[in-house]
T-cell receptor, first 113, second 114 residues
Framework: DTAVSQTPKYLVTQMGNDKSIKCEQN?????MYWYKQDSKKFLKIMFSYNNKELIINETVPNRFSPKSPDKAHLNLHINSLELGDSAVYFC????????????FGPGTRLTVT | AQSVTQLDSQVPVFEEAPVELRCNYS??????LFWYVQYPNQGLQLLLKYLSGSTLVESINGFEAEFNKSQTSFHLRKPSVHISDTAEYFC????????????FGKGTRLHILP
């Protein structure tokens, strides 16, 4: 009965490759997010979708492209991976009309070699 | 623009001692305030939140935080910490009546000493 799940949990890949991270929530929330947490634990929002519509798009390289096929899913595709992309990526969801609490997934640790 | 400052990157404290993790925010409009906790190798979990009403909010595991509008602070306190409280604590702010963008502080690592 996981609320927010992400796959894979670990991802090791080489520079230049293209990879995707998947996120699913079963909470019935209407808003989903992607965050990047760097090695110093600093957490920064990347994207947010509300009802499949892009709401927040922070200053993120074009190599990152989110895709929301439905309200319960928000995937992150990364092209031409670079060393600096190594981080932990967290997906989160919330229900805007109920509360501002965000529920986080367990994270995907991406290592680019 | 909003910002959150957590002055202490690490706070060591002995088990059963009290602790305070400091958080100050900057905003020209009304905000919602949060404390999230991240246990090792896990995602973030909401610890407590201030949306409106009583300025003192409590969590189920003994933490409390007080919203102080004049000092723009939302410090987190616990009267007696346990080894299981070892984690990274993030203060966060969100602007009321706007999108759900949350700005996180840089986090404070609570290190419990035996």
């Amino acid at each position: 009965d996981t609320a927010v799940s992400q796959t894979p949990k670990y991802l090791v890949t080489q520079m230049g490759n293209d990879k995707s991270i998947k996120c699913e929530q079963n909470l019935g929330h209407d808003t989903m997010y992607w965050y990047k947490q760097d090695s110093k634990k600093f957490l920064k929002i990347m994207f947010s979708y509300n009802n499949k519509e892009l709401i927040i798009n922070e200053t993120v390289p074009n190599r990152f492209s989110p895709k929301s096929p439905d309200k319960a899913h928000l995937n992150l595709h990364i092209n031409s991976l670079e060393l600096g992309d190594s981080a932990v990526y967290f997906c989160a969801s919330s229900q805007k009309t109920v509360s501002y609490e965000q529920y986080f997934g367990p994270g995907t640790r991406l290592t680019v070699t | 623009a909003q910002s959150v400052t957590q002055l202490d990157s690490q706070v060591p404290v002995f088990e059963e001692a009290p602790v305070e993790l400091r958080c100050n925010y900057s905003s020209s409009v009304s905000v919602y305030l949060f404390w999230y906790v991240q246990y090792p190798n896990q995602g973030l979990q909401l610890l407590l939140k201030y949306l409106s009403g009583s300025t003192l909010v409590e969590s189920i595991n003994g933490f409390e935080a007080e919203f102080n509008k004049s000092q723009t602070s939302f410090h987190l306190r616990k009267p007696s910490v346990h080894i299981s409280d070892t984690a990274e604590y993030f203060c966060a702010v969100s602007v009321t009546n706007r999108d759900d963008k949350i700005i996180f502080g840089k986090g404070t690592r609570l290190h419990i000493l035996p």
